[in-house]
């Protein structure tokens, strides 16, 4: 699977619009781009995914440029409890692994 | 809905003790179901999967074993922990084609 880059850190203001940055320049045209987050102690939560269409569902948006080399997840009205870890991976159909990386942690502030 | 459950969520185990986890799923069937640690600071390593009853791949030669009873019950184990086995041990739960991972609370294990 292709590798990621995400800024390390982030922080956003309550009820601001979050945009997290992902790279992946050297995506293949099978993989997928997934959006996962993690608070603190507990599991990975799914957010979205796509393949070179923009997505939106009730949690956020994914941007995906029109040569797939980097992508934006945007959360339209960040709280304090979208305070986390988010994950950017890119993943084929046939893989089983899901491969984090260090992630962006994103701060919303009061 | 799926939903997915895993416990204990916490344990505390002494070196060479046995060890067992049990993650189930819930509202769907024939799930691939898997088994991830996360040690600290690291990311995800995939230890086992299964696309059915009775059926576990290994991705990591390992101190851990996987059995899959029935199709929405995972359970991982050990006859002797190491120190090394300390971690947060995750369960996830996926279906269909592109599908997507689920994963389940997590259980926090620290071995002394």
């Known amino acids: 699977d292709a590798k990621t880059t995400q800024p390390p850190s982030m922080d956003c203001a309550e009820g601001r619009a979050a945009n997290l940055p992902c790279n992946h320049s050297?995506?293949?045209?099978?993989?997928?781009v997934y959006w996962y987050r993690q608070i603190h102690s507990q599991g990975p939560q799914y957010i979205i995914h796509?393949?070179?269409n923009n997505e939106t569902n009730e949690m956020a948006s994914l941007i995906i440029t029109e040569d797939r080399k980097s992508s934006t997840l945007i959360l339209p009205h960040a709280t304090l409890r979208d305070t986390a870890v988010y994950y950017c991976?890119?993943?084929?159909?046939?893989?089983?692994?899901?491969?984090f990386g260090s992630g962006t942690q994103l701060t919303v502030l009061p | 809905s799926q939903t997915i459950h895993q416990w204990p969520a916490t344990l505390v185990q002494p070196v060479g003790s046995p060890l067992s986890l049990e993650c189930t799923v819930e509202?769907?069937?024939?799930?691939?179901l898997y088994w991830y640690r996360q040690a600290a600071g690291r990311g995800l390593q995939l230890l086992f999967y299964?696309?059915?009853?009775?059926?576990i791949s290994s991705e990591v030669p390992q101190n851990l074993s996987a059995s899959r009873p029935q199709d929405r019950q995972f359970i991982l184990s050990s006859k002797k922990l190491l120190l090394s086995d300390s971690g947060f041990y995750l369960c996830?739960?996926?279906?269909?084609?592109?599908?997507?991972?689920?994963f389940g609370p997590g259980t926090r294990l620290l071995v002394l």
């Open positions: 996830a739960w996926g279906a269909g084609h592109q599908e997507t991972q689920y």
């Open positions: 050297t995506i293949s045209g099978n993989e997928y």
């Open positions: 796509g393949l070179k």
């Open positions: 991976i890119v993943r084929s159909g046939s893989a089983r692994q899901l491969t």
């Open positions: 509202g769907t069937s024939n799930p691939n």
């Open positions: 299964s696309v059915g009853i009775g059926q």
